[in-house]
């Protein structure tokens, strides 16, 4: 083999479908609804701690495992909102993004030939990190909520996605040494409820299996949904890695200030690839962070930014749906999903490159979320949607409502 050729471990990556639509909708100068970032500043108050930390000369580099400030600061908000306590110095690890957290546990933690149980859609940086780990992914299908299907556990809505306890039991194998829980979930919106963490904590403590909970989302929940959690259930503190981020929380998404919390051996883990990959992260966003989280304990924050996201999400849910685009509940993160099936096309990548170029208004096809074809669930049709992400200023929003008031497909055509 040529050396000009890339490695065996990359060679199947191509452009991902958020750098297509992106460069996409720049061309058309469509409004992006897209790729999942705010298109407004994140808070004075935060911004201002980044100044006043690069004015205080902390521009150097970081310990590898994060500033103590910061770390305290992180167990300080898990004490407030009635998580565990923790050990800031060995139990959390800092990162530069939670998508560096994501790809140095699955580094650290997984041996080639290991198997990774991933629900699908998912993130899409999850099977690429499993991949070139050498682990073997296996898929758990998200089923959409439809008429006539719910989910035999008890406690989980009608309107939620759902899974089937079934087939999340037969993923489960002796190789098994990951899973991958996303909640609230990117990118149905589905936030997962009691009964489903209490069966995959069942089914990871019988197998022995680590959990890396990917919780980024987890200040965005609505209506009645609850975020809970699962390193907070009996036996899975010390087999769980919860990651998240400021980026989300703060709207500050290009700081790349990222988190895992969980037990010194997991945290030893992640920090032995971590040293290799990054080994710091940026010093003043570190520290800056770490006042945003100080004032967020008491300044109420979080409440404020759960009543601003659900007035996006409200916002665009309606024009959706006098588009013909009606759309699935949203439980938390910042992504809706619309129903496609009245709009005539049979592909959503199809649709979402058509919405860009003729209507405007940029939108990412979940079928790109899901495994290739023939691998595990697979085989089973995929839902038709679209995942609009409503992160963005409510007259972003509106611009796109007049777009889309030009297409009025008829509901359920």
Known sequence: M???????????????????????????????LGQGFPDFAGPAWVKAAA??????????????????????????????????AFDPAREITVTSGATEALFGAIQALVNPGDEVIIFEPFYDAYVPAVTMAGGVPRYVRLHPPAEGQASPLTGV???????????????FSPHTRILMLNTPHNPTGKVF???????????????????????????LVFGDAE????????????????????????????????????????????????????FATATPLQDAAAAALEAA??????????????????????LLHEAGLP??????????????????????????????????????PPSAFYAPRGADARSQPLPLLARFCFAKKLETLRAAGERLAAVRFPVGG
């Not at 000009?4 to 409004?31: D, M, N």
């Not at 049979?346 to 058509?354: E, M």
């Open 2 to 32: 040529s050396s000009r050729h890339p490695a065996e471990r990359v060679r199947g990556f191509g452009t991902t479908i958020f750098a297509e639509i992106s460069a996409l909708a720049v061309q058309c100068g469509a409004v992006n």
């Open 51 to 84: 100044m006043a930390a690069v004015e205080a000369d902390l521009n150097q580099y970081a310990p590898y495992q994060g500033l103590p400030r910061l770390r305290g600061a992180v167990a300080a908000t898990w004490q407030a909102q009635g998580r565990q």
């Open 157 to 171: 809505p009608a309107h939620a996605w759902w899974f089937d306890p079934d087939e999340l039991r037969a993923a």
């Open 193 to 219: 409820r009691m009964a489903e963490l209490e069966l995959i904590a069942s089914l990871c403590i019988e197998y022995d299996v680590t959990v890396i909970a990917d919780e980024v989302y987890d200040q």
């Open 227 to 278: 975020h809970q959690g699962i390193a907070s259930l009996p036996g899975m503190w010390e087999r769980t890695l919860t990651i998240n981020s400021i980026g989300k929380t703060f709207s500050v998404t290009g700081w790349k200030i990222g988190y895992a919390v969980g037990p010194a051996a997991l945290n030893d883990a992640l920090r032995a690839a971590h040293q290799w990959i990054t």
């Open 297 to 318: 304990l008491t300044n109420d924050y979080y409440e404020e930014l759960r009543a601003e996201y659900l007035e996006r999400y409200t916002l665009l849910r309606t």
């Open 327 to 364: 759309t699935l509940p949203t439980e938390g993160s910042y992504f809706v999903m619309a129903d496609l099936s009245g709009t005539g096309f049979a592909d959503d990548g199809a649709f979402c490159r058509w919405l860009t170029r003729e209507i405007g208004v940029a939108a990412i």
